[in-house]
Every structure is written in C-alpha cells, then in structure tokens.
Nanobody, 120 residues
Framework: QVQLVESGGGLVQPGGSLRLSCAASGVIFSINDMNWYRQASGKERELVASITSLGSTNYADSVKGRFTISRDNAKNTVYLQMNSLKPEDTAVYYC??????????????WGQGTQVTVSS
C-alpha cells in the first residue's frame, strides 16, 4: 500500500517558522503533482501550495511570499517551508498527491494531517 505521512507541525509564535514534510512510502513508480492543503476549525479545506513533477509551483494568495513548497523526488518527499507565520495560518495541514503504484493502487492519496498552531 501507499501512504503519505506528514511531520513537522507544532506550536509557533506569530512571525515564526515551521518546515513541514510529507514522505510517500510503498510501491511508488512516480508521483505527479504534490500538494499541501490546510483546514482550519470550522472552515473548508483549501489548497495552499502545489508543485509539479518538474518543480513548477503555485501558491494561494494568502501565503505567497511567506511559504515555499519543494520536493525531493529521490526521497518521494514534499516540503512546505512556512515563514512569517500568522495566527490565521493555524490549521491541520495535509499533503495530497497522485501516486503511480502497482495495479489498482495508482490514485490520489491524502496524508493524515499535521497540526500547525500559530499563537502568542
């Protein structure tokens, strides 16, 4: 089976930084776009950042200039560097990706989520 596992969340003060990681494991031949979503309490899940297999990136307007998405294809891992964090960044962050795997297992996968809390 394929799994996406996030790590790196935690509590940080406004203006601080965190680096999230999401590693895919299992039988993996390739991964298309890799994405970070977030969902704050009582709000809809929203796309934060995405990166293609060749490294092209896109960001939500709310995080442009503060967040950076990157990937290491050799490690099947996507990262989200979050700087100048604001209280409104508080949410559960999820990675999401289409993974090419064995027969019947190639599809979109969600990670379990990691909590990011920005508070003084």
């Amino acid at each position: 089976q394929v799994q996406l596992v996030e790590s790196g969340g935690g509590l940080v003060q406004p203006g601080g930084s965190l680096r999230l990681s999401c590693a895919a494991s299992g039988v993996i031949f390739s991964i298309n776009d890799m994405n970070w979503y977030r969902q704050a309490s009582g709000k809809e899940r929203e796309l934060v950042a995405s990166i293609t297999s060749l490294g092209s990136t896109n960001y939500a307007d709310s995080v442009k200039g503060r967040f950076t998405i990157s990937r290491d294809n050799a490690k099947n891992t996507v990262y989200l560097q979050m700087n100048s964090l604001k209280p409104e960044d508080t949410a559960v962050y999820y990675c999401y990706a289409y993974v090419h795997s064995g027969t019947g297992y190639s599809r979109n996968y969600w990670g379990q989520g990691t909590q990011v809390t920005v508070s003084s």
